[in-house]
């Protein structure tokens, strides 16, 4: 496979009362063509900026101090502001959380979709709107013709994440980033939306796709690899069978045995004690530290580097070497 | 959670009850009737002291409508709601006063439930002032040692809410509901706003006080594997409705209702080696304005029969304690003859 | 204090509470300017330089000099006195005003958008008729029927301000009464007197403080324009709107007379805006989404 997406220490702080702090610190990693990968953590651990960093949708507040984000051969980063609009959309798209907010209340969905054919493949209306009622059923919305002259506000909330996936499949982009896409619905509807993704990654095996996500169930039914996040670093990455059966960080550990999902019998559900560390203030050496159940001497002095544990399975820990 | 919940007192018992909300009258036409929306359209169950009994839909099904009924902060519009053999159902405000010491409420959402411009102290001794619990001066003693059993440090009684994390205020919110020393917690979604990590801190912290206060749980959830950790039985709702309840693990191992079982295979199960391709479920969760005519789940259901279009199916016994209402469960020759599948 | 870290699943930039350092500069720039003025207005028999109501014949139209930094008028009035005196006038006007429309939009606002119904209805409808009229045209009217000076001004100008106090107030009210915690200290006990007036209001009174700030620009404005038009302060007294129409004949020779009271009167309505502005941005309790 291919790869089309190479981040290389992708690192971006915020500035706040005036201090900063690194929520993404010096992330790595790769995404191929026909691949699901999903990133996986909790909040405040930096995921959902590392998906905005990659499209470069920081607030003006935030800057990228450091890293390179390589599409097929070129490095986002160094792009001006003119040239990333271009690529943004196009060749890099993004699906947002929260269905209800991400399409314009004031326009027809079929405009919607119009309006990005036009602007990123040059079509005129006409052809446009063919296309977008193509693209509709495409993501399994009947009657597609009679529905590009409805509003957002006329469809439900699942139906709208449709649309939205619709239109950044518009341009047929090589990455796609998908930021919590059902966290927002329904567990029925979550099925449907996931099965939807499901058939686009088979379909459309040019396409990488980045799963931002803190629910484990939809990494393990859709991600061929994973990458654990925990305070701005990727503590663990690996094929999702590895990560799930196994998990060599003691966080990617630790929460995997707190699903109640998982949990044995009725007793108490193993939790990890504390709280995930304020971005403004990291523990030294490893951040997991002060919560770890295998912490040792070295591990406030140090920070760990990822190790490879086997091929394609790392995992940032003391534990496995420095 | 406790064996010695089935045979204890009856604490909660719930009969037909139904909560209509009118929606605005349309402007022309006057001799259109107002139309309801049912969230709550006939639902009956009974919850004994120690137990925790789940609330499990989508939205639009009506639980949490259901939960604020029990806690009268909605006056339901029929049937009734026994707690401890008295009928609460239409309560004076006198009696309400009262019976809010006996069952209360925990929130979802962490960053709302808790009053921004209180201290957690402020908020904590406002119940116990109200209701005049123990000597003036013993009451600071009283917040600490709230915020004690809930494993907050009595420094937090200083603090403000927005100086505290999500899980840190969820236990606060659980504090405040412990205060008054109630028989019955109505929580609704306790723990769906929090991440992995702090969700089990919060079960647990929940599984020890219900140990610790015999405390009874209406847990209100969409999250089935909550559910199946921390509950003694679970009611699943559609549309207003119960489909089918039963205890927990019977319900995980033989789901009867087809809603039932579509929930179940619809959750993403964490683990990729059980990877399930089924067909999910088609349609939306219907509106309550418009619900369908018959059984309500008969649009989207794959086993729909033609007389589910026109009768909504009563209860069916599969085993001790579960029930589910589905045409397809009725046993009686005539049934059987029409093609519906016993079992 | 520390900001909390979160563990809630929402979305993650660390929560700011302060706006940004350009924001502020603006509310800083403004609330510096602003007190400058109550300052002035307050000291204005201390520091202005000399009486502004003595004239001095000898010395009309001076331009500015040493002696009368904004120069004289055609009275031989100092204009820099005038003009701090102008300044308690239109400070007396806007903080009247002000206080009167919070007296009666508070309460107002607060039993409408919490009882709702019929004591909304018998309250927001007489507000609704209120907005309908254009403001300058109703304290015109007003000031007619019950006749010219400050005191008056102030009671005009709250009344025409009250109706967007009130709605403000109830629409603020609406929000937090639907919010879990009021839903959560109902179900401890609490009576509805103690939900309106320890959780809903002090919740709720952002917004009517905003209002409160842009008011007292706009309560400025009004009173110097309706002094120009003669139906506001009356001379002797002074007032900025009362030089602008004195110095409107002889503008082309002594524009000193009209160009400092018209910057005067520019520069309180800009600084209170500025600060109605820096306010709102603190104030506001969303933080930064990205």
Not at chain 1, 16 to 34: E, K
Not at chain 2, 310 to 325: F, I, K, N, T
Request: aromatic content about 6%.
């Amino acid at each position: 496979m291919r790869t089309l997406l190479e981040v290389r220490n992708l690192t971006t702080e915020f500035a706040t009362d005036g201090r900063r702090a690194r929520v993404v610190d010096h992330v790595t990693f790769d995404l191929r063509a026909g691949e699901i990968l999903g990133l996986v953590g909790e909040s405040g651990c930096g995921k959902s900026t590392t998906g905005f960093s990659l499209l470069r949708l920081l607030p003006s507040n935030a800057d990228i101090v450091e890293g390179e984000v390589w599409l097929d051969g070129e490095d986002l980063l160094r792009k001006s502001d003119e040239e990333m609009r271009r690529i943004r959309g196009s060749r890099i798209a993004m699906v947002f959380q929260d269905p209800m907010t991400s399409l314009d209340p004031s326009f027809p969905v079929g405009d919607q979709l119009a309006e990005v054919l036009e602007e990123h493949r040059g079509m005129g209306r006409p052809e446009a709107l063919e296309e977008a009622a193509r693209l509709l059923r495409s993501v399994g919305i009947s009657s597609p013709e009679a529905r590009l002259r409805a509003y957002p506000h006329e469809f439900s909330g699942g139906m709208r994440q449709r649309i939205v996936i619709a239109i950044t499949l518009a341009c047929d982009p090589q990455v796609l980033v998908a930021d919590e896409p059902t966290t927002a619905l329904d567990v029925t509807i979550q099925a449907q939306t996931l099965r939807l993704f499901r058939t686009l990654n088979t379909e459309r095996r040019h396409t990488g796709i980045l799963l931002i996500t803190h629910d484990l169930g939809v990494i393990a039914q859709l991600c061929h690899r994973v990458a654990v996040m925990y305070a701005g670093e990727i503590v663990e990455m690996g094929d999702v069978e590895a990560i799930f059966t196994r998990p060599a960080h003691p966080y990617t550990q630790a929460l995997l045995a707190s699903i109640p999902a998982r949990a044995r019998g009725r007793g108490a559900l193993p939790a990890i004690e504390g709280t995930v560390p304020n971005p403004m203030a990291y523990p030294s050496g490893c951040r997991f530290h002060p919560r770890c159940p295998k912490v040792f001497a070295d591990c406030p002095q140090l920070r760990p580097q990822p190790v490879q544990l086997s091929p394609g399975h790392t995992a940032a820990c003391l534990l496995y070497g420095r | 959670m406790n064996p010695r919940a089935m045979n204890s007192e009856m604490l909660l018992e719930v009969l037909d009850l139904r909560k209509h909300f009118p929606v605005a009258r349309r402007l022309l036409g006057g001799a259109g009737s107002r139309k309801m929306v049912r969230a709550v359209d006939g639902v009956s169950f009974s919850l004994r002291r120690g137990e925790t009994l789940a609330l499990v839909g989508e939205s639009g099904c009506g639980k949490s409508t259901l939960g604020r009924c029990i806690l009268r902060l909605l006056e339901p519009t029929q049937g009734e709601i026994r707690f401890r053999g008295e009928d609460i159902t239409h309560a004076p405000a006198g009696r309400l006063r009262e019976l809010r010491r006996r069952i209360q409420i925990i929130f979802q959402d962490p960053y709302a439930s808790l009053n921004p411009r209180m201290t957690i102290g402020q908020i904590l001794r406002e119940p116990l002032d109200i209701y005049n619990e123990g000597p003036s001066a013993q009451r600071s003693r009283m917040v600490t040692d709230l915020l004690s059993r809930v494993g907050l440090a009595p420094r937090y009684s200083h603090t403000y809410p927005h100086q505290l994390s999500g899980g840190q205020r969820q236990r606060v919110g659980i504090a405040a509901a412990l205060a008054l020393e109630p028989e019955l917690i109505v929580a609704d979604e306790p723990v769906s706003a929090l991440d992995l990590s702090v969700q089990a801190q919060i079960l647990n912290l929940l599984a020890r006080l219900q140990q610790e206060y015999g405390l009874s749980f209406l847990l209100i959830s969409h999250d089935l594997g909550v559910v199946r950790h921390f509950s003694d039985r679970v009611a699943v709702m559609y549309l207003g409705r119960i489909v089918e309840m039963a205890p927990t693990e019977e319900l995980f191992v033989n789901p009867r209702h087809p809603y039932t079982q579509a929930l179940l295979a619809s959750i993403p199960q964490p683990d990729p080696r059980l990877r399930a391709d089924p067909l999910p479920l088609a349609g939306e969760p219907p509106s309550p304005l418009d619900p369908p005519a018959g059984c309500h789940f008969h649009p989207r259901c794959p086993h729909a029969m033609p007389r589910c279009r026109e009768h909504s199916p009563p209860h069916y016994d599969v085993a001790a304690g579960h029930y589910a209402s589905c045409f397809l469960l009725d046993q009686t020759p005539a049934a059987a003859a029409a093609g519906g599948i016993p079992g | 204090m520390m900001a909390a870290s979160g563990d809630v699943v929402s979305i993650e930039a660390p929560h700011r509470r302060r706006s940004s350092l350009r924001r502020s500069a603006a509310m800083s720039a403004g609330l510096v300017i602003a007190a400058a003025l109550v300052f002035a207005a307050t000291f204005a028999p201390y520091i202005a330089p000399a009486d502004p109501t003595s004239m001095d014949f000898q010395a009309p139209f001076h331009p500015p000099n040493r002696a009368h930094p904004f120069g004289t008028d055609n009275f031989g009035r100092d204009v820099l006195s005038r003009v701090l005196f102008g300044y308690r006038t239109s400070l007396l006007v806007g903080t009247g005003s002000v206080a009167l429309s919070l007296v009666g939009g508070i309460p107002l606002g607060l039993l409408a958008g919490y009882l709702g119904g019929a004591v909304d209805h018998l309250i927001m409808r007489p507000m609704d008729a209120l907005i309908a009229f254009p403001a300058i045209l109703l304290t015109v009217a007003l000031a007619g029927v019950l006749g010219t000076s400050t005191f008056v001004l102030m009671i005009v100008i709250a009344v025409v301000y009250l109706p967007i106090m009130v709605r403000t107030m109830r629409a603020a009210v609406l929000a937090v009464r639907a919010e879990p915690f009021v839903e959560g200290a109902r179900a401890r006990g609490a009576s509805n007197l103690r939900l309106a007036l320890r959780h809903v209001l002090p919740n709720a009174i952002d917004p009517v403080l905003i209002q409160a700030s842009i008011l007292m620009g706009i309560a400025i404005l009004i009173e110097a324009t309706l002094s120009f038009l003669g139906l506001g302060t009356q001379p002797p007294n002074p007032s900025l709107g009362l030089m602008l129409a004195d110095g409107r004949d002889i503008m082309r020779d002594a524009p000193w007379v009209v160009v400092f009271p018209g910057l005067a009167i520019m520069l309180a309505v800009l600084s209170f805006n500025l600060t109605a502005d820096g306010l709102r941005d603190v104030l506001d309790p969303k933080a930064d989404r990205i």
